[in-house]
């Protein structure tokens, strides 16, 4: 069976990047899509604020501007506000979803919902309801708040989550993929030195972890077994409750997960408070494993048959593939946790990617991938191939969109290249 090729798309980043809006944006990057050769597109529903008119939650209005950065201290609070940034473009008129699976469709392409599973996007965009209800947010064992990520120990907290996953079922993607890679705030630790998951010290998982086991979390390491299992089943809980409600509402849809690798880059606790976004996001450690490091039980997920796919990345071999036993240990080893038929992925990062490190990336997928039992390789992200920054560095006197063309066209050559 040969490579299957797909494609996170963002709506936000590809007006943010290059004002692409409504219609025509929707077949501007699925045709070019198509036509390189990738038949699979993930899209993005959701980043801390929607990319739809959502009944939940806020749709995205006017991004990073200081009317809408609801958070203090938010990037768009701190003179980072994107000027430019038209006024008409505002997600309560622009239904993406709708738009972009009619067009896949007419291509006869798949296309996914991504679903991230974070409030915050990386340094302090917050969703509106995290906003309103910080209570609900997760609390690290020095007592700090970790911005963007609500606690799975509120059953409040996950009513939200499941009432904006039936929003997305009801759309009818082929499928839909929960994500649990991006991590939210960056700013506020999430693992320990060692690696290990550092949050969900929250009262009733405390409360409950006390009366079940006669201990304190505060008083045995952060990386007890027993209290980091513990910590994980309410992630688990989530797992059941998101998989019950898609096989109710919508059996036909697939469902999995985007999940960390061992080894990811994960804010951590420090020893010196970091006074910026910049040098809390440097201050990171590679996460001790899944389970360890970001409480997915990613072995009970497919053992209990709550996903039917399992995406992960070559983590370190992001940009340019060329160490074939780092990549494949690191897939070997994410692949150790499936226990149970379950289709296995890799994500790829392909930000600054020139035209020779894409061909890399193909190549590497389709032979050292395949050989580990991937079947779907999935780029993150489309709109990465049209910026081609990393092909401006090594073309003299092109513009940016000369440059996209190459790369662009790297993509399509390769992937005819290695597909039968």
């Not at 940034?85 to 505002?90: G, I, L, T």
């Not at 409600?245 to 059996?251: A, N, T, W």
């Not at 990171?284 to 209990?304: C, F, I």
């Amino acid at each position: 069976m040969s490579m299957k090729f797909a494609a996170v798309v963002s709506p936000f980043d590809c007006a943010w990047m290059f004002g692409a809006w409504g219609k025509p944006a929707v077949y501007w990057w699925l045709d070019r899509l198509s036509w390189a050769g990738v038949s699979k597109v993930y899209l993005r529903v959701r980043q801390c604020q929607c990319y739809y008119p959502s009944r939940v939650d806020m749709p995205g209005i006017h991004f990073w501007s200081p009317k809408n950065c609801v958070a203090e201290r938010s990037w768009g609070t701190q003179g980072h506000e994107w000027k430019w940034w038209p006024e008409a473009y505002d997600f309560r008129t622009y239904d993406a979803p709708r738009l972009f699976i009619d067009r896949a469709h007419e291509l006869g392409m798949e296309i996914y919902a991504w679903l991230e599973q974070a409030e915050a996007h990386g340094h302090g965009w917050e969703s509106r309801f995290s906003h309103e209800h910080p209570e609900l947010l997760t609390r690290n064992r020095d007592g700090q708040v970790v911005g963007g990520n609500l606690s799975f120990g509120y059953p409040e907290a996950v009513e939200f989550k499941l009432a904006l996953l039936r929003e997305i079922l009801e759309y009818r993607f082929d499928g839909v993929a929960l994500d649990f890679q991006k991590g939210g705030d960056h700013r506020i630790p999430r693992v320990d030195l060692d690696g290990v998951y550092y949050a969900h010290y929250d009262l009733p998982i405390v409360e409950a972890f006390r009366a079940a086991t006669s201990r304190d979390p505060f008083a045995i390491p952060n990386s007890d077994p027993g209290w980091l299992r513990f910590r994980a089943e309410y992630v688990t809980g989530f797992m059941r409750e998101a998989r019950a409600l898609q096989r109710r509402l919508h059996p036909e849809q697939d469902f999995g997960v985007m999940g960390i690798p061992t080894g990811k880059p994960l804010p951590a606790r420090s020893r010196t408070p970091a006074a910026t976004h910049s040098e809390a996001s440097s201050r990171s450690v590679p996460a001790a494993g899944a389970l360890e490091g970001n409480l997915e039980d990613q072995a009970a997920w497919t053992r209990e048959g709550l996903v039917d796919f399992l995406v992960t990345t070559p983590l370190p071999q992001q940009m340019s593939p060329t160490d074939p036993e780092g990549y494949r240990a690191v897939l070997r080893d994410a692949r150790s946790r499936i226990t149970a038929p379950c289709r296995f992925g890799l994500w790829q990062v392909t930000w600054n990617a020139s035209a020779e490190q894409v061909r890399q990336i193909v190549r590497a997928a389709a032979t050292w991938g395949a050989e580990e039992g991937v079947e779907e390789t999935v780029f993150f992200q489309a709109e990465a191939f049209q910026d081609a920054q990393g092909a401006s560095r090594n073309l003299a006197s092109v513009d940016r969109e000369a440059s996209g063309e190459v790369t662009w066209n790297a993509l399509r050559q390769t992937i005819r290249e290695v597909t039968p």
